[in-house]
């Protein structure tokens, strides 16, 4: 992802960036009736949908976003189970199961649920992410009651033959070799995150490590599966053109008659240590044709932050790693013309702390030492004087407008909704996000940059075609 | 957030570009109120209103593309697509672009074979803002050299990158082999000579030749009524020359050449097959669109999903495609595997569209598609304001008519299994070409 991230071209602004992260998700929770900043006039015009939630008896809870211009709905089923959730030893489970819950049920033969999509013209899809895992459907508004029908069914009555399991985990190491070992970048990046996380589960790849994947079993996934898919551990949302009411009485006909299954507790999964020690990790390989740079800070997510921190790092990552007027771009790139590209982000969407990175490339006879010194001097220059109060508020203004644009995408709704309450957040915080964003001061912003951005608390990579000297 | 999917989202095809068939299928459920409109200065655009949200989306092409770059100057359009934000008038990059930002509009631009296509999103309340910028990113750019430099700079790097990526390996073999002396296949972000080589002038030549309203097709939507989009039309595209001097592109008709490997050391191979296609245009477009779905256009039904993935686990990915280019056809089809098991895979797709000629359809797969193909519409395409912006103008440049988004499904359910069954045979009884690029099994 992060890798998309820089390679994408500046002119694509930040609300494709945030919906590709998914991370940033959260970042674009908007919007709604909450007065904005002055500057903002989007306040005034026709602001966001009236989301609903409720519980069932079985402690599923469901969230409501009507969008009534086209007959479609998104139906989405979120488990508070991801990779961070994984006993040790077994990396890989929770998105192993992801994929074998398309492979039938004690009712639904293999691929059956999948065909029903089809037939209607639907779309669907699954992820799953280091605190969650999600499956969703896209279809007409006629069809959800056999979405919810199926969807609800695979939550308790799964069927795994051990036999007939296996292509499947071949599947997932070729998902590996494409995403990962094809390309030296995201090598880097899955050596970065074990340095970073030196403690948490965060440290290992969603996708697993090879050798644990390979043995990976049945039991294994259904042992996963009998801890984690109950109705009281998930959030369904439905977006689209349905009310409430209906989904009510559908949700309590489907999902209602699903047994709470499991008691999975509370996530207290392995937390990190105060770092205090400065990380390098140097990776050379022939694919490399051009060298680059990353340096990745622990830092607190919007879950786990304290009074606004994540607020004021959404816009500390405007400031000075967002795009081409950000001060990274503009001191590296067009100052030095040392690289051809340089920036920030943060990735606020975590259960746990979380990381704010920076990247660079080098330009001409730039190396890798120089974008580093480079990126240090502006952190340096940073932490000393400060941001301005002009930067505050521009990079407030627009955070709060490109938020508006996820109110077009019922999908991205229902993705920034679901991601953000599996993960600890509110209807009411969503909401709120503009105004909590407007909120934010020069002050705050300089605490958390002069708190976290330390040295000690970094991890920093570097990927070259050959040994790095020294 | 680090996210897996359980599966790869549509195929890109190897020239970059998404088969235009992608954006057009119809619920005839769904019936999007489209207005034709015409500026004072006789610019057209199609229209949906809606205040639902209140943004305005506007989606534009010219027709040319990178066919448009000179020889020796390959990459221009593509380089052109980051330049023209880089300051436009009086107004330099670093204040443009912070004039880009604080407006809030989302913008983009991009450069396929056949045109050169843009888009911006912007809230209803900086409207005006928005289109006087990108008034001036049309009309007025800058092309100053640094930022000429720098633009070039960063393209640079990525053409470096894709000297070792096995896709971008695969693509380069694919389009030579497939188009060879054709401006097609040339590589459309140039060369690291060609885009080394490329100075301000070139851009502009560029701009100059193939910015014109002869050759633009519009869609809009959103909170706009005719009367303020007639404004925006003239504001934003009215002075720009009235024709555009197009090089004339000749029609190619596609001869599948010998099968080859490249060597290269990676983990996984990367398999590509063609066959000579058809055109959007051809009467038989239908026909093999569903037939295409069927062999592998359907994420998670399709027979080389079926037997490729699902039964034998061999690949994450496997798909097959309609190249469909204004100017040539083609089938395309592709998979990644392990080296070891890449002949294993090549061998199961070529059978495939082996059986597919053969045999053609089932009347129970032709049911399926067509249920998949007329439903699918307003799901996949008509959901956001961007995305019906966008069909508005593939159904110009297509030319399908305006009734097009009505009269889709119509077009399909007519499809009989005898017509399948002809297409196939007509399309699938030759040998595919294939392509690998990975490590040689010893």
Known sequence: MKELLMSLKKSIKAAAFALLLGSTAISFSTLFSTPLTSTVQAAEEKFGPEVTSFFLDNGLQVIVIPDRRAPVVTHMIWYRAGSADEPPGKSGIAHYLEHLMFKGTKTIKNGEFSARVAAIGGQENAFTSTDYTAYFQRVTPQALEDMMTLEADRMENLVLEQDKIIAERDVVNEERNTRTENNPGSLLREAMAAALYQNHRYGIPIIGWKHEVNALTKDDAIAFYDKFYTPNNAVLVVAGDVDAETVKMLAKKTYGKVKRRAEPGVRNRPSEPEPRAARRIEMSDARVRTPSFQRLYLVPSYNSDEDGEAEAFEVLAEIIGGGSTSRMYKSIVIGKKIATSAGGWYQGGALDHTEFGFYSSPRGAATLKDVEAATDEVIAELLKNGVTEKEVSRARSRLVKQAVFSQDSQSSLARIYGGSIILGSTIEKIENWPKRIGEVTVESVNAVARKFLKKKRSVTGYLSPERIEG | ?442
């Not at chain 2, 880089?86 to 990059?93: R, V």
């Not at chain 2, 100053?144 to 633009?151: G, S, Y």
């Not at chain 2, 633009?216 to 005719?226: P, T």
């Not at chain 2, 009367?227 to 090089?247: H, N, R, S, T, Y």
């Open chain 2, 1 to 442: 957030m680090r996210v897996l999917s359980k599966n790869k989202l549509s195929p890109v095809s190897v020239l970059g570009l998404i088969a235009l068939a992608v954006v057009t299928f119809v619920s005839p459920a769904f019936a999007v109120d489209i207005k034709t409109v015409i500026s004072k200065k006789g610019i057209k655009a199609l229209l949906v209103e809606d205040y639902t949200v209140p943004l305005i989306a506007v989606s534009f092409a010219f027709e040319g593309g990178t066919t448009q770059d000179l020889a020796g100057k390959e990459g221009t359009a593509q380089l052109l697509t980051n330049t023209l934000d880089e300051g436009a008038g009086d107004i330099k990059s670093q204040a443009f672009q912070e004039m880009l930002q604080d407006n809030g509009m989302s913008y983009s631009f991009s450069a396929g074979l056949d045109a050169f296509s843009g888009g911006i999103k912007t809230l209803k309340s900086e409207s005006e803002g928005a289109f006087d910028l990108l008034h001036l990113m049309l009309n007025k750019p800058r092309f100053d050299l640094e930022a000429v430099d720098r633009m070039r700079a960063s393209r640079l790097n990525g053409l470096k990158r894709q000297e070792t990526n096995p896709q971008s390996i695969a693509g380069k073999a694919f389009r030579e082999a497939l188009f060879k002396d054709h401006p097609y296949s040339r590589p459309t972000g140039g060369t690291l000579e060609t885009m080394g080589g490329l100075m301000p002038e070139d851009l502009e030549d560029y701009r100059k030749r193939v910015f014109a309203r002869d050759n633009l097709v519009v869609g809009v939507v959103g909170a706009i009524n005719e009367e303020a989009l007639k404004a925006m039309l003239d504001k934003v595209f009215g002075d720009l020359p009235e024709k555009a001097q197009l090089k004339d592109v000749p029609e190619y008709s596609v001869k599948v050449g010998e099968d080859s490997h490249i060597e290269f050391d990676t983990p996984q191979t990367n398999i590509r097959l063609a066959l000579p296609g058809i055109k959007r245009d051809d009467p038989e477009f239908y026909s093999a669109y569903l037939v295409n779905y069927i062999l592998g256009g359907g994420s998670f039904a399709s027979r080389l999903y079926e037997e490729v993935r699902e039964k034998r686990g061999l690949a994450y990915g496997v798909y097959s495609y309609l190249g469909t280019y204004d100017h040539a056809g083609f089938l395309g089809s592709g998979s990644a595997t392990q080296a070891d098991r890449a002949q294993t895979t090549v061998d199961i797709i070529v059978q495939e569209i082996e059986r597919m000629g053969k045999e053609g359809p089932t009347q129970e797969e032709l049911d399926k598609a067509k249920k998949y193909i007329i439903g699918s519409y307003a799901i996949a395409n008509l959901d956001t304001s961007g995305k019906i912006a966008s069909v508005l103008v593939a159904i110009q440049q297509a030319d399908l008519g305006i009734d097009y988004v009505d009269k889709r499904a119509e077009y399909i359910a007519a499809i009989t299994l005898d017509d399948v069954k002809r297409t196939a045979a007509k399309l699938y009884s030759s040998k595919p070409m294939v392509i690998t690029v990975g490590r040689t099994v010893k």
